[in-house]
Structures are given as C-alpha cells and as structure tokens.
C-alpha cells in the first residue's frame, strides 16, 4: 500500500476580506473588441470558447469597438441612460425609505443597472421575463409608473399586491415581469416552461430567465438547462454574477477556476461570458440570444460579469465580510459611468445634460414617493384590508376560509 | 353515488386505467391549451399504460416524454401555465414528488396568491399512490397529508373508475393547482384487502361502468358509497373497499363515506352522517401521526362533539416507512378496520 498524506477539505475563500484587498486578476478579462461575434446558427459546442472569454464593446477611453459594436440608435442609448440613472436613483431614495422605516425592507441593484436595463431594451413586446429581486432596472426600461412600485414597496392601500408579498417581490404582468418569488431559482425552470408553452402554441414570444451566481448552486439551475436544451426552448438563460450570494464569494458557488457559461457548454447550450457593466456588450449579446431564441435556433445562456457594489439588502453589512472599498478595485469599473464616457465621446450626451437628468429623475422619483405615501405606509398603518388575505389563495374562496375570515371578523 | 349516475351518455367497462386516459383524451380534445407530460408517458404511453396512445393521436407537442427531474417537470409546468396553457403531468410515484416540493409548495400552490391574480397555475399533478403491491418503501407511499397541509392547492383521489374520469375532468378544468392521487392497487380492480383472494376486474363491479363522453364528478363533494346507521367511515381510495369488507364482515352497519376531494372537502356530508350515526371511524393508508386522519377527525371533534357518543377512531398505516416483506402487517385491511368498528360501537 502506498503512503498517503490525510486528505484536506478545500473550502473556497475570497482574497479579499475586510481590510485586505481583493485580487480580482481570477476575473480573466479580454480587451474590448478582442472577442469574435459568431453567427446566429452556431453549434452550442462551437461556443466553448466564449464561455471562458469576455464579450466586451467599450474600451478604457469610452470608444465602441470590435465584432459586437453594432450600431445602436442613439436615442435608444440615450434612454438606456435615463432607465439605469433612474434605477439608481430609485434604489438610493427606497434604502433611505427603509431607513426612515416607512418600508421594511429593500434591495437595492447598484453597479448592476446596465445588464436588465440594456437586455429589456433587446427584447420585445410579449416577452416576458422570470427575474429574480434584483432586476428592477427591467422595470425601469419598461417605464413601469414609480407610484406603483413604491405602493408595493410601502404595503398600502394601493399596492397591487394587497400587501401580500415582501418589498421588492414586485409582479407586473403588463411588463412581462413575472411575480417574483422568495424561493431562489424557482423561476429559471418555469422560463423554460414558459418558452416551450410559446412554442407549442407556434408563438414568436420569448422568454428570458434571470438567476444570480450563488442560486446557479440550486438544483431548478440545472434542471431549466436540462429542459432548455431538450426542448430547444426560445429562452435567454441569464446568470448575473456579480461575485457575491450575500456574504459568500462565487468561488462558493462553484465559480473556482471555471466560469458560470461553461455549465452552459456542457448541457449542450450557446453559452457567452459578457462584461455586464457595460451597455454595448449588454445590449448587442442579449439582441444576439434573442434573435437566436426568436429564429428557433434555440437557447443560450449568458453570464454577466459584474459586482454586488452595495449591500445584499437593507439587513446586510458587507464591511464584515469584504473590503469596503471593493467596488472601486473592481476593473470593469461603474456601467452608468462608463457608458456616460461612451456617450459624451460620440457627442449624445453632455457633463450637463447628465445633471440635469440627474436632477428631473431625482424630482420625479421624490413625486412618486410623495404619491404614494398619500396611500399609506406600513408604518402608518394603511394597508390593505384584512379581509383581502383570505383572497386569491383559490379562485373562489372555500368554506373553510370563509368561515376563518368571519372568524376574524372582517 | 345515487347523484352522479344522472349522465346521459353511452357506458362502456373501463378499468381505472382506461377511465383515466379517457379523460385525458376528451380534455385534450376539448381544450387546445391541454398538454400532457412526464417521464415516459409519450411514446411508450406510460408505466402503468394510463396515456397510452395519446401521443399518436394528438402529436408530441401535446402529449411527450420528460427528462428524469420531478422539480424540472412541475416546474416546466408553472411556467406553461403561467402563459397560459393547462398542463397535465405526471409524477410517476406519488414517492417521488419530493424532489417537487419547492415548485409545488413555493410555486404553484402560492402564483396566484403572491401575484394577487395576476399569474395562475392551472395545472393538474397526477401521481399514482398507496400500496398494497408489495412496491416497499418507494412505491407505496400515500403523501396526502404533505399536500392537504398546502394552502392553495386542491388535493383530489379517485377510487373507481366512474369517479376516476369524472374527477380528472373536473381538476383538468379547475383553475386551481389540482394534486390528483391514484391509487395505483385499485388501477385494474377494486381490492378489499384480501391479499389472498383472487382479484376481480373493474368489468365485474358496477363502477367499472363509464360513460364513454365528457362528463364530470364535481370536486368538493364526498359519496357516500356505503349508507348505513350504526357508525361513520370517513375514507378514500383503496381503503372504501377494505371498510366495506369490514362492515360486510363485522355485520355492523357502517355509513362508508369516500371523500373523493381531501382538501377542500365536503364537511357537509361529514358531518350529516356523524351527527346521524354518533360514531366516526377514520381509515386510511398512509402513516397516522399528523395523517390526514388528524385533520379530519379534528374536524368531526369541532363539528359534532355532542354527537359524539364515542372516541373518534382512526385505523392507519403504522408510523414507519413502508415495508416489503411485512406487507399485510402493515396495510390496513378489514381485520383492523373491523375492530376498530367494534371498539367504536361497544364504546360508551
């Protein structure tokens, strides 16, 4: 028999934890322009190498260059802009409505406003949607009313929920936004169901799932890549990884010496790795899956690249588990910024006009939450009524709720 | 099952089997968002032949195969009804659904609930259940109790081929998330326990009768399959069959209630029938500690507790897995059931 040293069990940690910086060289990025475009029909196998690569369209000094850079309508850039500044003004004024406890709770997206902003620009009408909590920059690119977002997020009278579901945990049909769920990855499989339903009926709409790095680990991951690829499903499988499932690092998730893409590969999907913090690359890769799913060529599966920049919600402290400063090491920088860089270089845009739309958004916001405040708020007590909990659990209410909501005497 | 026998329509023998993929057939024919799946139910027509031929005649964008992925399934299904469709899946065992407790528990059983209406989950969930088959510890479970304890979903478990058809229409149809048990002893013949008798077709039972058309059992109402004064049976599936051979044997005459919809239910009926007869006897298959029977003798307790002229009895499988070899020691037949009728009647 031979010698054998004891086994060690290898458990993934970060390089960088609070007070030591993270070395992010693990990232393995590609210069802008560097990566090919391939067509349309690739073979899924044909994609491996894109999986382990990174589509990037904006260069350092804000230029759009390579395969990618298509030639998007200004006005459509123009108003990515305006969706991502609103979603991040949004997430800023809601944290501070939690802190004033006139909400319970929030999520905000910051640093990630480009990926669901540029991908619901991609997209059409008809298609929906399986985010998960942190994709409200889709509704802001669908124009969904503040008023009623914060309705939900405050629990009123107004809220189209009826005060049913936890802040955030937003459903908004209408924007083909599928309701959210508490329960991770849930809705990646159902995408898939939703797609193959539109392709039993001969649709062309088509669907688009959303899951984070950390819920790739949950077993409906595999199962929406297992049915996608069965089926050929008309999906856009998305994974946004943005490094960190609240305190644990992707390499927790699985995200060590691989990429989240390459699972994508192995089931036999077209798989990219994108850098998600900037527009272009967002706008041009998602335009480039959906077209796929639209031509019944089938599924593909994106990974994101970008970073958690705030706390996972308003419960969390991130300083306890990582470095402070992380976002500003992060080498695919800020998307607003960036693609403000872009902007201002092709003449689109100005230091000006981005104040001033600063401020109109700021303005706008504040006006919804003043609207919606009239409402009410959880914390004043206008909410929806009692009597409305013991609806829509069934189509037509059972005896047996009847007779407990006579119980509780509304 | 005097008020359902009110259909006018041709009635041809069916077996349990036979009545099942013929409301299917008929719901696929009815409804174009109709769509069936689930692990080997296409081509080969499924392990127990339930929807055999189907594919053939509806095409597999109706009616096709599933990879091995119970979550994967339910959770394809969510989805398809999110858009629109009504899907019909199975979960090959009944042992099996746990791996789809997250979509049914979280998903559908709460999608209309969570998105105030705005999305549903129409969707039926067929499972075949219960032992008697000697299938051990995977192939005989009755989880009903692990789906009645789900707010929004409708629990619903056949036992004969008439109430087989009718009740699978009627949970295709429902707009709710319909759990559909069957139990799979009762697929070709009713069975009484008697493990050492020969079996008897649905052919030779008066409820192997079917019409061959569209109609349906309503959900939410019990039948009463056995009238009688002395004592009520509150039970479904296999064991109506084994209590009517306890009171055939016992000579006591027991009021044989088969609830048919579990969850909702149909309190009414209970509850005349206990308050009638004084005395409640619960019978079913699965394990007894927060069964099924709990809840409904917990019900009967509230509802005619002055009534009740002795304890609530509750004959159940005992409260360990399902065993192989142990079989008949472990299933409820009419010996127990019988002397739990005896204990209920000599109480005072």
């Given at each position: 028999m031979s010698q054998c040293k004891p086994l060690t069990l290898h458990v993934p940690e970060p390089s960088g934890r609070p007070g030591h910086e993270t070395d992010f060289s693990y990232l393995h990025l590609a210069e802008a322009g560097a990566v090919r475009r391939p067509p349309l029909e690739v073979l899924p196998s044909d994609t491996s190498d894109l999986a382990y690569a990174l589509v990037r369209v904006l260069d350092d000094d804000g230029n759009a260059v390579g395969p990618w850079a298509a030639d998007i309508d200004r006005e459509l850039l123009r108003r990515g802009m305006r969706a991502m500044m609103k979603t991040r003004i949004f997430d800023a004024r809601m944290v501070i409505a939690q802190r004033q406890k006139k909400m319970s709770f929030y999520m905000q997206s910051l640093g990630e406003e480009a990926i669901g902003t540029a991908h619901a620009l991609a997209l059409q009408e008809g298609d929906m949607c399986f985010p998960t909590y942190r994709q409200q920059s889709l509704l802001m690119a669908r124009d969904v009313p503040l008023v009623d977002l914060i309705c939900q997020l405050l629990s009123n009278q107004r809220d189209p929920m009826k005060g049913r579901q936890l802040p955030v945990l937003y459903s908004v049909r209408a924007a083909g936004f599928f309701s959210i769920s508490g329960n991770l990855a849930t809705q990646f499989i159902q995408a898939v169901g939703w797609g193959m339903a539109s392709a039993i009926k001969g649709d062309t709409k088509i669907a688009s799932a959303w899951i984070g790095d950390g819920s790739t680990a949950e077993s409906d991951f595999h199962t929406a890549l297992t049915f996608a690829h069965v089926y050929q499903a008309p999906v856009i499988l998305n994974v946004v990884n943005n490094q960190w499932a609240i305190s644990t690092f992707q390499t927790l998730a699985g995200g060590e010496s691989t990429t989240f893409a390459a699972r994508g590969i192995g089931c036999g999907i077209a798989s990219l790795r994108v850098d998600g913090n900037d527009f272009l690359a967002v706008y041009a890769a998602s335009r480039w899956a959906a077209e796929r799913a639209r031509s019944n060529l089938g599924p593909t599966l994106i990974e994101w690249i970008t970073y958690r920049a705030g706390p996972h919600s308003t419960s969390d402290d991130p300083s306890k588990y990582r470095p402070a400063d992380d976002w500003s090491h992060f080498p695919l920088g800020d998307p607003i910024a960036r693609l403000k860089q872009h902007l201002i270089r092709i003449g689109a845009w100005s230091e000006q006009e981005h104040q001033d739309t600063e401020k109109e958004l700021e303005a706008q916001v504040i006006a919804a939450q003043k609207e919606a405040e009239r409402y009410g708020t959880l914390a004043s007590g206008q909410i929806p009524s009692p009597a409305t909990m013991f609806e829509d659990v069934y189509k037509d209410m059972p005896e047996h709720l009847r007779q407990q909501r006579r119980q509780l005497g509304v | 099952m005097a008020a359902q026998k009110d259909v006018k329509s041709e009635t041809i023998p069916m077996t349990m089997i036979q009545a099942l993929r013929s409301a299917m057939d008929i719901m696929l024919e009815r409804d174009s968002n109709v769509v069936i799946f689930g692990e080997d139910v296409g081509f080969f027509g499924g392990v127990f032949r339930c929807t055999d031929g189907l594919q053939a005649k509806y095409g597999p964008s109706r009616v096709f195969d599933a990879p091995i992925s119970e979550g994967g399934i339910v959770g394809a299904a969510v989805g398809m009804a999110a858009y629109g469709l009504r899907p019909v899946v199975e979960i090959q065992f009944a042992d099996y659904f746990y791996p789809a407790s997250d979509q049914i528990v979280s998903e559908a059983a709460r999608l209309r609930y969570r998105s105030a209406g705005e999305f549903t989950a129409s969707m039926t969930i067929r499972m075949p259940c219960g032992g008697g088959i000697y299938g051990g510890q995977t192939h005989?479970?009755?989880?009903?109790a692990l789906f009645t304890h789900v707010c929004g979903l409708r629990t619903v478990m056949p036992s004969n081929p008439y109430d087989a058809k009718g009740l699978l229409i009627a949970s295709i149809e429902n707009d709710d998330p319909v759990i559909f048990l069957e139990p799979k002893r009762l697929y070709n013949g009713p069975f009484d326990g008697h493990h050492d008798q020969p079996v008897v077709p649905w052919s030779k039972h008066p409820l192997g009768e079917v019409p061959e058309g569209y109609y349906t059992v309503p959900l939410e109402s019990a039948a009463i399959y056995r009238p009688g004064a002395e004592l009520t049976v509150l039970t479904y599936g296999t064991m109506v069959f084994v209590s009517a051979a306890a009171a055939r044997e016992t000579g006591i005459d027991a009021e044989i209630i088969d609830l048919r919809s579990l969850w909702p239910l149909d309190l009414e009926t209970i509850v005349a029938s206990v308050k009638k007869t004084g005395r409640c006897v619960v019978v079913h298959e699965a394990t007894r500690t927060s069964g099924f029977g709990a809840e409904l003798a917990a019900l009967v307790q509230e509802h005619c507790f002055y009534h009740l002229e002795a304890p609530i009895e509750r004959v159940t499988g005992w409260d360990t897995p399902y065993p192989h070899a142990q079989e008949w020691a472990y299933f409820p037949g009419p010996d127990r059931v019988g002397a739990a009728f005896k204990r209920a009647l000599e109480a005072r």
């Open positions: - | 005989s479970q009755s989880p009903e």
